[in-house]
Nanobody, 126 residues
Framework: QVQLVESGGGLVQPGGTLTLSCAVSGFTLSYYAIGWFRRAPGKEREGVGGMSGGGSTTYADSVKGRFTISRGNDKSIVYLQMNSLKPEDTAVYYC????????????????????WGQGTQVTVSS
């Protein structure tokens, strides 16, 4: 059974750093693309970034240069490191998985993913 569990959310001051984790089970990470998404209050869910099974990454313009997706050494965790956080980054963050090859442009599309985690709250505020 494919499962994703996010953790690491919390309250951080503007300009701070936070790293989210997405623990995966029930599948081999190298065969799946992993996407990170967020939903702010009153807004649509948006793609933050994604990593293909081969390890290539794509980021939304709003986070490019500030957010980084990586895999853990044990290949069962995917991280989203968030630097220089802004109040507008406040949202519930989700990781999602989809099997098979996926184009870089589709890595940021929610409809490309079939399995989702429960989400973790990130609040950026002084």
């Amino acid at each position: 059974q494919v499962q994703l569990v996010e953790s690491g959310g919390g309250l951080v001051q503007p300009g701070g750093t936070l790293t989210l984790s997405c623990a995966v089970s029930g599948f081999t990470l190298s065969y799946y693309a992993i996407g990170w998404f967020r939903r702010a209050p009153g807004k649509e869910r948006e793609g933050v970034g994604g990593m293909s099974g081969g390890g290539s990454t794509t980021y939304a313009d709003s986070v490019k240069g500030r957010f980084t997706i990586s895999r853990g050494n044990d290949k069962s965790i995917v991280y989203l490191q968030m630097n220089s956080l802004k109040p507008e980054d406040t949202a519930v963050y989700y990781c999602a998985a989809t099997l098979g090859p996926i184009s870089s442009s589709n890595l940021l599309l929610p409809r490309a993913y079939h399995t989702w985690g429960q989400g973790t709250q990130v609040t950026v505020s002084s």
